[in-house]
């Protein structure tokens, strides 16, 4: 396992989406002594059977499961996210919009008790996406979207019962709790 290096993973179906993505990746600050690398899986059956080839292929400590259309604005991400493993080891994954419960549908979406915000959209419009009203927004989360996923430990994603594109999230989130890891949607 390489301490020192984040490995950013998408499963990548559109080329321009991910060239874009490439490009906020590229403007990232790098902690001293630290390293990127970024791998695409292309043509994988579900994201489940992606995930779980980049995360064979790579030996980085941090990797970071993102949905292929990311622009990451935050310069300082990769400092936040080492901070945030590095005051916490039981900390094991972190995510951008989150839930302290687990609704009945199984989506982040469906809960009331949400935490974290992104932005969603293009040049032309913009929306402010998550749970922005609450006083809290931050904190510790049962679950966590799909939309970005960063981890510290690897637990093998459960393609055996996720053959899709859908619900990967709740149950990597699962997992990790099962594991008895935190999962923590960061300010």
Known sequence: MNKKLFCFIACVN??????ES???ISRLEIPQGYSIECRAIRYANAITAGYNLAMKE???KYKIYMHQDISILNKRFLYDLLEIFKNDDSIGMVGI???VDIPDSGTVWDSLQGLGCFYSGDSRSTTLMGYP???KMYGN???IDGVMM???YDLPWRED???NWHFYDASQCCEFLRKGYKIFVPN
Do not use: H, P, R, W
């Not at 559109?14 to 060239?19: A, F, G, Q, R």
């Open 22 to 24: 490439l490009f906020y």
């Open 133 to 135: 009203q609450n006083k």
């Open 58 to 60: 790579s030996d980085a």
């Open 141 to 143: 989360a049962m679950l």
């Open 161 to 163: 019962i996720i053959d």
């Open 14 to 19: 559109n080329e321009e989406l991910y060239k």
């Open 150 to 152: 960063a981890t510290q």
């Open 97 to 99: 919009v989150g839930s």
